[in-house]
């Protein structure tokens, strides 16, 4: 068995006197899809953060490809290939589709003529490129979503994390964005896929590990995931959002 591209080891972060995550292990294998659940509040983006940097987890270890990056800052891990869209879009207003790719391309130090090839490149992946010189205000919902992980896509990432990549979207965009993933998954893209759409994540993952007060009380299939007393309990014994 190859080893491991990322590891959480003992990670724990805490809000004032709230212990919101941990400790909590997690491997992701190098391709490997895995389905990230819990209820409302259970820790998954706080997971998210203390691995893309946004925050440091107080306790614990975060390896990629065997280095520490505990403690390295948010654009570093983004530039070793470990990428996140966020649970809101957030595109930069005021500016085109194409110039909101052109931002994180310079962040990661992107030269310029490069940077343009590499947007065109991105923005027909996802399929967006209709939209190339468009407002980003003029994006439907479907769109704000791909360009969000269009704007993730440009750093090339090794391994994707979507943070409810696909809430508030009908059956047919929920098709279309997992079509996407499981795309960049098979050019060799690992993906964490953090969802509430339960046949979504389920359709999508090989592995699914299931949070509850920022604790892993599942790990397994989707199938057997789903099928945890303790997941059944606490994920579907709620009233859980879409
Ligand atoms: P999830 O993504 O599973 O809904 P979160 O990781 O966002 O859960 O939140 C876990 C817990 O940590 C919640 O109780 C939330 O209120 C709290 N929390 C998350 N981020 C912050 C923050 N920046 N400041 C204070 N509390 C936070
Ligand atoms: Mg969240």
Redesign the pocket.
Known sequence: MSAPLLTVRGVT?T??A?R??GPVDVDLMPGERLGLI????????????CITGL?FPEEGTITFNGEDITRLPAYLRARKGISRTF?IPRPFTGMSVLENLLVPLDYLGTRAKKARDRADEVLIQVGLDARRDNAVETLSQLELRKLELARVLVADPKVLIA?EAMAGLSEAEIDDILALLFKLNEAGVAIIM?EHIMHAVMRFSQRMIC?ET?NMVACGTPKEVAEDPKVQKVYFGEQTHR
């Open positions: 972060k809000f004032g709230l919101a995550l819990g209820p409302n509040g259970s820790g998954k983006t706080t997971l998210i953060n925050f649970q943070d953090i949070l920022g």
